[in-house]
T-cell receptor, first 109, second 112 residues
Framework: GIQVEQSPPDLILQEGANSTLRCNFS?????LQWFHQNPWGQLINLFY???GTKQNGRLSATTVATERYSLLYISSSQTTDSGVYFC???????????FGPGTRLSVLP | DSGVTQTPKHLITATGQRVTLRCSPR?????VYWYQQSLDQGLQFLIQ???????AKGNILERFSAQQFPDLHSELNLSSLELGDSALYFC???????????FGSGTRLTVV
């Protein structure tokens, strides 16, 4: 099956700093999604981004499907950005997503 | 509110017992997915239903079963519970190709 790697595994930032999270996947995919799991356990959809670039406020994401990676950018980080960021991929329509191990982000005030 | 409703939010039960977790997908979503998140295994796919029919199975134990009803809500049944079944159980629904998943808030199961 598809393997998903995320880096770094852990990241500690001072409030206001910028960061880049990376997701590598082992095979061609048609679906890719970034999620944020907040400290209360909720999984929040950030981007559905099988290819290209999207931006939403301080967050943006880029997926280069041909090179099998995706990047999540967080600018001007806030303490509320803390939590675990997951990348999930699937090969095609209706197929289940495979999740990466996540990047644990801690933003310090 | 994501539109995907899971009940109950928390459940504490004893080993050997059986529980049922419920999920109502977003209005119009035909696909329902169940995932288990435990500390040492990450997010693991359990099973998928599409419009009432089982579509795919992942790492689901034989002690676990699920179904999707005509009104599209789904139930995950966990029986002969063991301590190791303690985890967060998530349900997600999807509108279809090009839309990704929307997750419910999860059910936190603790087996004592």
């Amino acid at each position: 099956g598809i393997q998903v790697e995320q880096s770094p595994p852990d990241l500690i930032l001072q409030e206001g700093a910028n960061s880049t999270l990376r997701c590598n996947f082992s095979d061609s995919v048609n679906n890719l999604q970034w999620f944020h799991q907040n400290p209360w356990g909720q999984l929040i959809n950030l981007f559905y981004i099988p290819s290209g670039t999207k931006q939403n406020g301080r967050l943006s994401a880029t997926t280069v499907a041909t090179e099998r990676y995706s990047l999540l950018y967080i600018s001007s980080s806030q303490t509320t950005d803390s939590g675990v960021y997951f990348c999930a991929v699937s090969r095609g329509y209706g197929q289940n997503f495979v999740f990466g191990p996540g990047t644990r982000l801690s933003v310090l005030p | 509110d994501s539109g995907v409703t899971q009940t109950p939010k928390h459940l504490i039960t004893a080993t050997g017992q059986r529980v049922t977790l419920r999920c109502s997908p977003r209005s119009g979503d035909l696909s329902v997915y169940w995932y288990q998140q435990s500390l040492d295994q990450g997010l693991q796919f359990l099973i998928q239903y599409y419009n009432g029919e089982e579509r795919a199975k992942g790492n689901i134990l034989e002690r676990f079963s699920a179904q999707q009803f005509p009104d599209l809500h789904s139930e995950l049944n966990l029986s002969s519970l063991e301590l190791g079944d303690s985890a967060l159980y998530f349900c997600a629904s999807s509108e279809g190709q090009g839309y990704g998943y929307t997750f419910g808030s999860g059910t936190r199961l603790t087996v004592v």
